[in-house]
């Protein structure tokens, strides 16, 4: 059954509609991680995890990051 060009998804579209729900999913997912289990999220000077936030630290210390706002990250 060929479809027509109203029917098609556009990707771009489609990726634009999902993102901000993902982006609430996430979050709100990773809040109920952190509360429900306080305490045991810790990071290593061995994780990448820990090298970013470390650099993150050092531009922030030398002025030369941007923060963004919570809207401007969450779309909200």
Known sequence: MAQTQ??????DKLADALEP???????????????ENAGI???TPNMPL???MEE???RKA?????????D???GE
């Open 72 to 74: 401007e990250v969450w």
């Open 56 to 58: 993150i630290s050092e």
């Open 50 to 52: 820990y090298e970013d």
């Open 41 to 43: 999220f810790y990071l």
């Open 21 to 35: 729900v993902i982006r609430r999913v996430v979050r709100e997912e990773l809040t109920r991680l952190l509360i």
């Open 62 to 70: 030398k002025d030369k990051i941007k923060l963004r706002s919570h």
């Open 6 to 11: 109203e029917n098609r998804i556009n990707m």
